[in-house]
């Protein structure tokens, strides 16, 4: 597990125990559904269930739901929140944009908490 998510682990407030180390651990290599992680981790399915939902709270992980099939989980590793994502439905990478890549304004006032740009990278366009 990298540094900087066992320092973000910690910030938040969540010990960095055995399940959710290896949760992250398993992320690390690119998004996974549920059912992968608990073959890749061979944990029970609540306590992958809880550790993700712990893990989604801090922002450390999120989710993307794709039009058929279970969602995936991901991992976003910066420190910076208002990022926007992007999700390859082809291959099921990740990218964390740069900031100024997606800027969006409303049209009332108001936050934008999450962004998540759903296509094709450049190795499935
Ligand atoms: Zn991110
Ligand atoms: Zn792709």
Same mark, same amino acid.
């Given at each position: 597990m990298k540094r900087s998510l066992r320092e973000?682990?910690?910030?938040?407030?969540?010990?960095?125990?055995?399940?959710?180390?290896?949760?992250?651990? %398993?992320? /690390?290599?690119?998004?996974?559904?549920? %059912? /992968?992680l608990l073959k890749l981790t061979g944990l029970d399915r609540v306590t992958v269930y809880r550790n993700l939902? %712990?893990?989604?709270?801090?922002?450390?992980?999120?989710r993307v739901y794709l039009t058929t099939?279970?969602?995936?989980?991901?991992l976003c590793d910066t420190e910076n929140p208002s990022h926007a994502h992007f999700f390859c439905e082809?291959?099921?990478? %990740?990218?964390?944009l740069p900031?100024?890549?997606?800027?969006?304004h409303l049209p009332w006032p108001g936050r934008v908490e999450r962004v998540l740009l759903v296509g094709k990278c450049a190795k499935c366009a």
């Open positions: 973000k682990l910690h910030t938040e407030g969540l010990r960095c125990t055995q399940p959710r180390r290896c949760i992250v651990e %398993a992320l /690390e290599s690119g998004p996974k559904t549920h %059912a /992968e939902l %712990a893990l989604q709270q801090i922002g450390l992980i999120y099939g279970e969602p995936y989980y991901v082809s291959c099921h990478r %990740a990218t964390c900031d100024e890549t997606v800027q969006v």
